[in-house]
């Protein structure tokens, strides 16, 4: 036997809309403590293939394993109880509602969930909403947010909702972690805060997936990166490796 089965392990993954293929064979693994780069031109899937990792979308045909198991036909909140942690592109931050309280939807189990355990363990729900709490805050902390728990979203600046969906996901304390452009508009502080606490992460032991144009960001946090465009991957390798391909440089910055 070899080592320890990867934290994700996606197996020869096919997708469509139609005549768009997002995902055409794709094969993609992630290990413990690992920060993966997906990189790509816009439309190639990158979106997609996390759609369908965290279960979003379901393959047309093909497997994903998380931590060994077969969990492809899982629907969404299953995929986040086994341990699939995400942010997405456009934030999807609650505008109406306090930093806190986006974040308190977010746990991965939660008794309230489940009317009848709602109504026969009070105590227990009061007991695990005091634990979301806390563990919220202490998020918040090490994202240098802790006093904005109140504030309402939508009265932070970019960077700092952007952290807000970082934290979100960080609510889920399961052993993959999806970052869709996290960089985005971010800069200054907010910009080395997202950097340190993605090393955290994956120094605690998380597998860590990144898709981000900002090449400089996957440069300084991955080793490894993939290259995808249409669907497919093209290259995969160390992120120097990449950028010196040239397919990656046609493809993806045209030249
Ligand atoms: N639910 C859907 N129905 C139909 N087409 C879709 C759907 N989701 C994505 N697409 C199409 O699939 C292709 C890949 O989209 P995707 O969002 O995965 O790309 P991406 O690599 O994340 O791009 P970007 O860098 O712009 O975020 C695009 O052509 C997109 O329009
Ligand atoms: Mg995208």
Redo the contacts with the bound molecule.
Sequence with gaps: MSGPAPILKVDKLCKA??G?V?ADNVDVTIDRGEILGLI??????????F?LVSGV?KPDSGAIYLDGALVTGDPLYRRARSGVARTW?NMMLFKTMSVMENLLIAPRDYPGEKIGRLLLMTGRVRAAEQAAKARALGILDRLELGRAADANVTDLPFGHQKLIGLARALMNDGSLLLL??PMAGVEGAAYETMQRVVREEAASGRAVCV?E?NVSFIKDLCTRAVF?AQ?RILETGSVDDLLKSKVLTDLYFGV
Excluded at 40 to 46: E, I, L, S, V
């Design positions: 809309f139609g768009i997002v790509g031109p816009n439309g190639a899937g990158k979106t997609s293939l759609n979308l592109q869709d452009e898709v144009h995808m669907g």
